[in-house]
């Protein structure tokens, strides 16, 4: 049967059943929608054996990042061989559909998720069980160079209901330390499980030690029934994971081993999973928790202060029209009263490489690195001194001195990879480079950052609750850490218009936070990037209280020259959400 796509009634493009793809295996039924892909059931047309089939979506087919991290699961899966994780077989783009595609073992069974939805917690014997085992193929992966960073009930499966089966599946924005990669945000992980580094704390290095945090918060679930309280607006999520949550409802057998999982401290866990997995009763790991409990209240991420009290976020009865340009499309901004914060994937860290001065020029090339800096300090000047070309921004999230996560922005990922290969032949090992795609119109909002070289003025930090929006919906934040300079927050949208929302921050705890319905008149087909500016001076600047919408390359040469005339420093923060009609 010649491979073909029919729509059902659920609204997703659905390979027919019978379908064969390159003549090796043939689809029988759907199974699931997720992010980047279809899932299905299929068989080896050969043998018939069951097959389980990952098929990209088509509106990723072509999207050089996405297919970078669906290649990463194939890449990840095929030198780990365990019991507990799911088996890899092949990958490979199927030539009439031209979409790629994953084929792995079929796991016949129920989710945790599922199983603790309709039936209830498991005893302490089954989730001792299923502690084990998930711990003994997680160190498995580790051992590997591969960290899952995203266990969750949802990706463990209990074939016949038997934890001591339960396979461990979905690897798709797993993080290898062997191989670098190219991948579309800067964040991974349900929001729930994500371990206190994966949001940026405790320096954001992700090693295997933030999958034993993630399996803690499973396990707890599985003894109780019910997800431990880990989720909230960003903030809350954030202030949740500077303690031990609490484990007054678990079984007292392990309650001093998931306190250990459950530091918010990476250096304060368990060493590995190979010592969760050989745990026993008495064992040390079960010993001084009590004092980490109050030491993971400071967090340990450059000399950050930690953040205390609760957060507000406050709105006012502001309506505020602006017309935008770039194919006619108009925004509606206005403040909107008790509206909560929703959940969110944080997209990305704040933009401020190291230098001094402001320049509306692209950083030169690297010509070396600096005799006395240590390892990580000459990953950063190599980052800061690299040039990609026009349109190229990259910046530090968490380096170590064999480790560089590094967030990018740009029209292209062509310049990101060229980066990867000169990174690796600079440095020595492959980075981890997470990349948001702009359009040409914003490419001058690049261009400012990377002129950004002053010192005297710490970037402000900004955080967003979400990294995607519809049309209509409300997007919250806050900035902090901008001391007693100028605020001011600006949004530039796919249009290339930039848009002063300075007027919309309003005081918080110790923070600026801000509420911004958006409202797109003209309908644009697909996810809009846009760019959230947060920017922090010594004095006052006249581009930064204007009100009207202007072109960026206006708005940014004009910042510039008033920047250069006054001799005012500056510093910035950007982040990026897609909006979507």
Known sequence: MTPQSSTTEFGWSRVSPGTRLNGIYEIDQAIALGGMGEIYKGHLVETGDPVAIKLMLPEFAENHAAFALFRKEASALHYIHHDAIVRYYV???????????????????????????????????????????????????????????????????????????????????????????????????????????????????????????????????????????????????????????????????????????????????????????????????????????????????????????????????????????????????????????????????????????????????????????SPAEKIKSYIAQYNGGPCFFITPVAVTDRSAAIEGFGSSVVPFRAFDTAFHQAIGFEADIGVHEITEQQCPTLGFLAGLRDEDVPPPHLDIDRDELHNGEILSGLIDHYGNNNLALVLVSDGGVVQNLSSFLKAGTDAKTFQVGMERRAAVAGRQPQLLIALASKGPLQTLQANDPVDAKQFFAQLNGELTKSQTSVSASARYFLLTN
């Open 91 to 373: 990958f490979t783009v199927e030539p009439v559909l031209k979409r790629p595609y994953l084929a792995m073992e079929f796991v016949n069974g129920r989710t945790l998720s599922q199983i603790l939805q309709s039936d209830g917690p498991l005893t302490f014997e089954a989730a001792q069980s299923l502690l084990r085992r998930i711990a003994s193929g997680l160190e498995a992966a580790h051992q590997h160079g591969v960290v899952h960073r995203d266990i969750s009930p949802d990706n463990i499966i209990l074939p016949n209901n038997d934890v001591k089966q339960a396979k461990i599946i979905d690897f798709g924005i797993a993080k290898t330390t062997q191989h670098g990669t190219i991948i579309a945000g800067g964040f991974a992980g349900k929001f729930s499980y994500v371990s206190p580094e994966q949001l940026g704390l405790f320096g954001g290095e992700v090693t295997p030690k933030s999958d034993i945090y993630s399996l803690g918060l499973v396990i707890a679930e599985a003894l109780t029934g019910t997800p431990l309280d880990m989720g909230g607006s960003q903030v809350e999520v954030i202030e949740k994971r500077r303690k031990i949550p609490g484990l007054g409802a678990i079984d007292m057998k392990l309650r001093p081993l998931l306190e250990r999982m459950l530091e918010p401290d990476p250096a304060r866990r368990p060493d590995s999973m190979a010592a969760i997995a050989s745990w026993s009763f008495g064992s040390s790991l079960a010993k001084g928790t009590a004092a980490s409990e109050q030491s993971a209240e400071s967090e340990r991420s450059g000399g950050r202060p930690t953040r205390r009290g609760p957060w507000v976020y406050v709105a006012a009865a502001v309506l505020l029209l602006l017309v935008a340009g770039g194919g006619g499309a108009w925004f509606y901004f206005q403040s909107i009263p008790n509206m909560p914060p929703r959940q969110q994937s944080p997209a990305g860290l704040g933009l401020a490489p190291p230098g001094s001065g402001i320049m509306d020029r692209t950083p030169p090339s690297p010509a070396g690195t600096s005799a006395g800096l």
